[in-house]
């Protein structure tokens, strides 16, 4: 270090502790990480240390200066590496009772250092720690949510909210809008009718669009609006009619209870009984029936979400009395959890006649104008894009987004670019076609197909692996991705729901954008197809080439029976190639189990058309079949 000369060093050592040595060392290390001020007081500390007397080690203090020698610091009982800093230079020796001690260099150095070290570092009682001035109005309470997000609550006069009313002018806003309310209520008999632990919550109230005014009843588990008379037909300021209260959903108790939720000390009633409750419905569906559940967690999911819960629990019992750290936390797990069964069950009308226990999997129907483009695109792309349209549409009924599904698809999508149809299938057309071209008496139109067949291959490897590099990362997406990906507009494309539950519109927008989406996800199935079209003409034509007649005959039969026997296993197995549900459905087990007992009855009845054809005697079990499939095949077709 430039600060410290040789002799300055040694001077040093011999008339200070090593206890100085090694703080001057460390305050040299602070100074440098320090910028600019440190320039200030290295200037000072090297100018008084470089005038230090240098005496030897044996030497005696000389008349008019202050020494520190090793047996009189070593000896203090009291100094402990987790005293004050600047205790270091207060050892020094004790002058004659009256007497002011002499200013030698030593001492300015160390009373200069100890000014830098004031303004360079932190120390308990510097000002730099003192709390700003609270800004947080008279009675108002500022509580943090787990989220990291704020809320202010008055309990005087009952009051929640999210805005921020430390600034006056929305604190002035708040206030008057909260006179309105209660002056209304008041003058409409309402006030005295609210449940006695009742308290009001706005938001946006500085918005006149966007305001919102919500009463919340913990004990009760309700909220509940206040708003006109939508029957009054009286105008201006005189209109006598009374306003309403309005119960809201319970989505939107649990919204709010999620949201304002750090100043409960207990849950409300039945909660944990209702938390319990859905669950165990949840956990029950993921092992009964994963697929078609409207639960909007998966089995592991429910699973830790019980186990969050009772850990939180074990730790408020745990805590001491009067503690309540914990339930805040409790009541804002429950209500974050319920808030989304909630939307799901309303969606499907839990609690009313209408409840279903299954959730939307029927598609749209195409439109005619898409139908035509399926047509022109079959020509193109074999019908593979409705496939994989029909798979997208399945991740999104209803406009509504399954994430599971959309997550197994693009698992499903993955396997089949990277191993078992396109690129496997590909690769091995490449090398059969190198193969096929090195056969000597190949004539124009069998090179051509050959050639056309590998850019098809090539084409399918080529989009196969851009596909898998675009879509892994899409394993484990979350739903803003699956959102962004469906190509869905939350403002103008997606279905909504009224408040009855009823759609809001019969048809789906989207659809011509998934015909769009499907039609560049087919690209290396359908290339793959190309290619083994061209081969097998190649390969057709190579065959007949330069053969007999009786040769030319039996490959023409035999390809003829090839391909009766390929159109006979389409048409055995054309559920296959069957519609997507266009129904959703029954309220009913048997519904959702009749799924597979349908499609052996349609097997049953293709084995009866030919022992009918065939006059094969019928049988007993036959008759009953028939009967399954009248009473279930046609009324749950899939």
């Not at 006069?157 to 209660?182: H, M, N, W």
């Amino acid at each position: 270090m430039d600060l410290y000369g040789s002799a300055a060093r040694r001077s040093l050592q011999a008339s200070m502790p090593t206890i100085v040595v090694v703080a001057l060392a460390m305050s040299q290390i602070s100074l440098e990480k320090d910028g600019d001020n440190s320039d200030t007081c290295s200037t000072y500390l090297s100018d008084h240390i470089n005038t230090l007397p240098s005496t030897s080690p044996h030497s005696a203090a000389t008349p008019g200066s202050t020494t520190l020698s090793s047996p009189s610091v070593s000896s203090a009982p009291h100094i402990s590496a987790s005293d004050d800093p600047r205790s270091i230079f207060r050892f020094s020796a004790s002058p004659p009772s009256g007497q002011q001690p002499p200013l030698d260099p030593a001492s300015i150095a160390r009373r200069q250092w100890e000014q830098c070290y004031r303004s360079l570092s932190t120390v308990p009682d510097s000002d730099m720690l003192k709390p700003k001035p609270s800004s947080i109005p008279r009675d108002w309470k500022k509580l943090i949510k787990p989220d990291g997000s704020i809320y202010y609550r008055n309990e005087k006069l009952r009051l929640l909210t999210s805005d921020d009313i430390t600034q006056p002018k929305i604190l002035q806003t708040a206030l008057e809008q909260r006179r309105d309310i209660v002056g209304a209520l008041r003058d409409d008999n309402y006030l005295d009718k609210l449940p006695p632990d009742w308290e009001m919550i706005l938001s946006n109230y500085h918005e006149e669009s966007d305001f919102h005014c919500t009463f919340m009843s913990y004990q009760m588990g309700i909220c509940f609006s206040f708003v006109n008379n939508p029957n009054c037909a009286c105008a201006g300021t005189d209109c006598d009619c009374k306003g309403q209260l309005i119960v809201t959903a319970k989505e939107v108790f649990w919204v709010l209870m999620q949201e304002f939720s750090m100043h409960r000390t207990r849950l409300p009633p039945h909660a944990e009984a209702e938390f319990y409750h859905s669950l165990t419905f949840g956990e029950s569906e993921g092992i009964f029936n994963p697929r078609y559940t409207p639960f909007p967690f998966t089995e592991p999911q429910t699973r830790r979400l019980v186990q969050v819960y009772e850990s939180l629990q074990t730790a408020h019992v745990s805590a001491a009395t009067g503690d309540y750290s914990f339930m805040a936390a409790i009541v804002w797990h429950v209500a974050r959890v319920m808030s989304d069964i909630e939307r799901y069950r309303e969606r499907y009308q839990y609690g009313t006649q209408g409840s279903r226990i299954y959730r939307d999997i029927a598609v749209a129907e195409p439109t005619w104008q898409v139908k035509i483009v399926d047509g022109l695109l079959f020509l193109f792309l074999f019908g593979v894009h409705r496939m994989y349209r029909e798979r997208l549409e399945r991740t999104r009924p209803g406009g509504i987004i399954y994430l599971p599904d959309f997550q197994n698809m693009m698992k499903s999508l993955l396997v089949e670019w990277a191993g078992e149809y396109s690129n496997l299938l590909a690769t091995v057309f490449v090398s059969a076609n190198v193969a096929f071209l090195a056969v000597p008496n190949v004539n124009s139109l069998q090179r051509t197909a050959s050639l056309a067949s590998t850019l098809f291959s090539m084409l399918s490897i080529v989009t196969g692996m851009h596909h898998i590099w675009r879509h892994r990362r899409r394993i484990d997406c979350e739903l803003e991705d699956a959102i962004q990906y469906l190509r869905i507009d939350p403002d103008k494309r997606v279905k909504k729901l009224n408040k009855d539950g009823n759609d809001a519109d019969s048809n789906n927008p989207d659809l011509n954008d998934l015909t769009m989406l499907a039609c560049f996800i087919s690209f290396p199935v359908a290339s793959s197809l190309w290619s083994i079209l061209s081969f097998s003409i190649a390969v057709s034509a190579y065959c007949i080439q330069d053969s007999l007649i009786s040769g030319q005959s039996l490959l023409g039969t035999t390809l003829g029976v090839v391909g009766l026997l390929g159109l006979l296993t389409l048409g055995w197995f054309k559920e296959a190639w069957r519609k997507p549900r266009l129904t959703e459905f029954e309220d009913d087990y048997r519904d959702v189990w009749s799924v597979k007992s349908a499609e052996m009855t349609r097997g049953q009845r293709w084995l009866l058309m030919v022992r009918r054809v065939f006059k094969i005697p019928r049988r007993a079990t036959d008759d009953v079949e028939m009967v399954k499939d009248r009473t279930h095949g046609k009324k749950r077709r899939v």
